[in-house]
């Protein structure tokens, strides 16, 4: 089993399919918005350390952004103000995102881009320039396409636009800032609420155009099964559990003392292959675990040493995706696998065994979908987190005083979600998958006792409070839900590749170097 692959140097933790913030409950976008189109989004809400540390400067030598048009293509020509808006975005969300590693990165916050190298001849300036060019040939691409097909920025999106120079505003007003002043120390001189409404403009367009593209794919189950034949490895998985004994070797050992140290490490390994099922093969590396303890060792308070170990062994419960490539996979992977096969592999480059047991043979999820409708209401927006809940119970009890149908239910997910994934579609999350949203949603949404019109209010630790609304089980098991993202991310792919192709874009790369490194 190679070293970048072998799931046994995971310590077994299968990988959490939890949302982030940013995708907080957008279930529906597992379905068809993929949303492969720029993230690169309005960078607004800046932390207070960023906004504090930005240094006054002189209009008087601020570059001539706005009067260079560096991007051209057939329906759009961009000045160095709006380019910079979508660099300098980017730039922040990069910051912001890994603020605590900056430093290690090479990247220092207080000197231009332009000054610093990530490699031999190329800046972080040439870096974060690069992304945005191609950010900007889909943007642009996408946009295209839009105004072909008649599609025009409404009513809602110069709301959005207008509610966004708002929020910058408020922020400006905070910080002592005039607008075009606040806009320039979070981007840089020349960009102005003119560029941000711009840029803002373009990529809603674009993302209009991309949810109706996304949209337009449909599939069937045998477009499913054929995908299933054709990459198992993205669908079908075997669960297992292993530990691994390596030989104790000191340094400079010779030919008897390795032969010896490995000797010791393969029988450990036969003897923990001994167990006959996954529950013994539990006890015996509780054990295993327990007398490797060093008693010293201070487990914590709020749990039994017996507690801490048995959260240990489960960690060695892993899942593997389907892989023949080496002598694991061709095993755990066989057809005449079972529940509770086990078997010993050599590693003669670490100098180990691991002993690895079937807790469940290759399989597709085939567990069903959900589907549900949520109302999200955080502190971010009331104030705090009790007035974040009290808004929660008024707006159940105005559902429960009404008519109280799942239509009532969507109606009040328009009106008052903050969930903008799925609050323009009645707050509806379809084919859901269990385990893909935060563990309190997830488990109520998966309680066996669960019935249709079902309505409670959740609290979930990090994202606020959820009135949800059960609907019941959707069309689609889990393992196709994932083909249909597979397949619709493939086509998505593809056209836009044959846009990016029908509306070319040029970049004048004398041009954009005149944007200052900040």
Known sequence: MGKN??????EGKKPAAKLTKSQLIKKQQRKRKLNKIISIGVCILLAAALIASVVAFSMSITPSLKSTVSVKSKYYNLDNSVVAYYLFSNYNTYCNQYSDYLTLMGLDTSKSLKAQEITDGVTWFDSFLNSTKNSLKQMIALASAAKDDGLEIDEDDKTTINN????????????????????AAIFTEGVDQESVRQATELTLLAQKYSNNLIASYKY???????????????????????YTFKAEIEEGADEEAVKAAMEKAKAEADDLAKATDVDSFKQKLYDILLAAHDESHEHDEDNTLEDEINTSVEKYVSSMSYSVEED?????????????????????????????????PAHKDESNTLKVRHI???????GSDEEAKAKAEEVLEEFKNGNATEESFAELAKKYSEDTGSKDNGGLIDQMIKGSTVDEFDEWCFNEERKNGDVEIV????????????????DLLAWQVNADGYLASDDYDADLEELMERYPVTFDDRKLNYIPGK
């Open 164 to 183: 966004t120079l708002a929020e910058i505003e408020y922020y400006a007003k905070l910080y002592n800032y005039t607008l075009d002043n606040y806009i």
């Open 5 to 10: 692959n072998t799931p046994l140097e995971a």
């Open 459 to 474: 609290k979930t630790e990090d994202y606020g409070y959820h009135i949800i609304y059960f609907i019941g089980n959707d």
């Open 220 to 242: 069937t189950t045998e477009d499913y099964d054929k995908y299933l034949s054709e990459h198992p490895e993205k669908l079908i998985t075997a669960d297992y559990i292993y």
């Open 328 to 360: 694991e996979g061709k095993w755990l992977f066989d057809s005449e696998r079972k529940t509770n096969d086990v078997n010993v592999f050599e590693d003669t480059e670490y100098n180990s065994y691991s002993v690895i047991m079937v807790v469940e």
């Open 376 to 382: 999200l209401f955080t502190a971010d927006e009331y």
